[in-house]
């Protein structure tokens, strides 16, 4: 499971630097600033993709076709994983 969340990620992180590159002026910045907005940013991009995948009504996201919850997370070992004030697992909340 872990596997397929970095592919799922790395896929995410490579969609929002394909954004970043179409945005008035990104390529006219020196590649270093590219990369620290890319670095400052790409979190909360990532995050807000996400919230598409989250149901606020049983506290799941849905990954891979079925919908998983905190105990699915627990039970992979994530031993601070947990719900957070706003009920999304805190393992998707930045630490």
Known sequence: MWQQCS??????????VEFAK???????????????LLKAGCLEVLLLRMIRAFNPLNNTVLF??????VQMFKALGESHCGDSPWGVPLLFMPR
């Open 7 to 16: 592919l799922h990620i790395s896929n995410a992180i490579q969609y929002v």
């Open 22 to 36: 179409r945005i008035d002026g990104f390529m006219e910045l020196c590649q270093n600033d590219q990369i620290i």
């Open 64 to 69: 891979e076709g079925k919908f998983g919850g």
